[in-house]
C-alpha cells in the first residue's frame, strides 16, 4: 500500500498562475483533508470531504478549490496563486471522521509551493 | 470553544534523558479524540496515537508513554531515554463532532548528542 500520495512534490508558480494538487490515498478511505502548514502557525485547515461528490470548506478556504470526484482523489486548486499562498500542503485520509472510532488522519508527504 | 495548546514551543534536552511534551485541551463534547502525530525534520507526519476520552488509562509503547487525565484536561506525551532520532515537532490534536481535528501549534524537541 503507498498510504497518501501527494503531486508534485516541490512546484514554484508565479503570481496570477494556476495549478491543481493532487492527493490520492489507496486504504479506501472516506474522508480526506487539505492542510496548510507555515511556520508559527502550524496545521491549518483548508477544506476537506466526507466522501466521494462532497466538499466543505475549512479554516482558510479562500483562494482555494477542491474536488472529490472520485473516493480515492481529491484536487487542490489555487485559480491564481498569490505569495500569501506560499506554503507546505499537506493531504490527509481518514477511515471515518468526527467522533467515531477509526477517525485518526494519515498524512501524505506534502507539496511545497513557492509563489513568486 | 475547542482549543489545544502546546505551551511548549521549543524543548532541548541531552540524549538519554526522559522529556515530557505537555498538551491541554479544551471541548464541550463528552465524547472526543485526541492524537499525537511526530513530524520529523524530514517533514512528513506520522500518527503515533489515539485514545478514546472514556479510557483513562495510560498508553506505553516502547520508550514512548501517554498520561491522559481528564481531570486536568491534558494528555501529556513521555520520552523515556531519548535519542537523537526523537528529534522533531510534535503535535498534539482533538477530534471535533463537525468531522474536523484540531492541531496544536506543536513543540520542536532537540535531542542533544
Known amino acids: 500500500n503507498a498510504g497518501v500520495t501527494q503531486t508534485p512534490k516541490f512546484r514554484v508558480l508565479k503570481t496570477g498562475q494556476s495549478m491543481t494538487l493532487l492527493c490520492a490515498q489507496d486504504?479506501?478511505?472516506?474522508?480526506m483533508y487539505w492542510y496548510r502548514q507555515d511556520p508559527g502557525m502550524g496545521l491549518r485547515l483548508i477544506h476537506y470531504s466526507v466522501g466521494e461528490g462532497t466538499t466543505a470548506k475549512g479554516e482558510v478556504p479562500d483562494g482555494y478549490n477542491v474536488s472529490r470526484l472520485k473516493k480515492q482523489n481529491f484536487l487542490l486548486g489555487l485559480e491564481s496563486a498569490a505569495p500569501s499562498q506560499t506554503s507546505v500542503y499537506f493531504c490527509?485520509?481518514?477511515?471515518?471522521?468526527?467522533?467515531?472510532?477509526?477517525?485518526?488522519?494519515?498524512f501524505g508527504p506534502g507539496t511545497r509551493l513557492t509563489v513568486l | 470553544a475547542q482549543k489545544v495548546t502546546q505551551a511548549q514551543t521549543e524543548i532541548s534536552v541531552v540524549e538519554k534523558e526522559d522529556v515530557t511534551l505537555d498538551c491541554v485541551y479544551e471541548t464541550r463534547d463528552t465524547t472526543y479524540y485526541l492524537f499525537w502525530y511526530k513530524q520529523p525534520p524530514s517533514g512528513e507526519l506520522v500518527f503515533l496515537i489515539r485514545r478514546n476520552s472514556f479510557d483513562e488509562q495510560n498508553e506505553i509503547s516502547g520508550r514512548y508513554s501517554w498520561n491522559f487525565q481528564k481531570s486536568t484536561s491534558s494528555f501529556n506525551f513521555t520520552i523515556t531515554a531519548s535519542q537523537v532520532v526523537d528529534s522533531a515537532v510534535y503535535f498534539c490534536?482533538?477530534?471535533?463532532?463537525?468531522?474536523?481535528?484540531?492541531f496544536g501549534k506543536g513543540t520542536r524537541l532537540h535531542i542533544l548528542p
Open positions: 486504504m479506501n478511505h472516506e474522508y
Open positions: 490527509a485520509s481518514s477511515l471515518r471522521g468526527g467522533l467515531l472510532p477509526n477517525n485518526e488522519q494519515f
Open positions: 490534536a482533538l477530534s471535533r463532532r463537525d468531522d474536523k481535528i484540531i
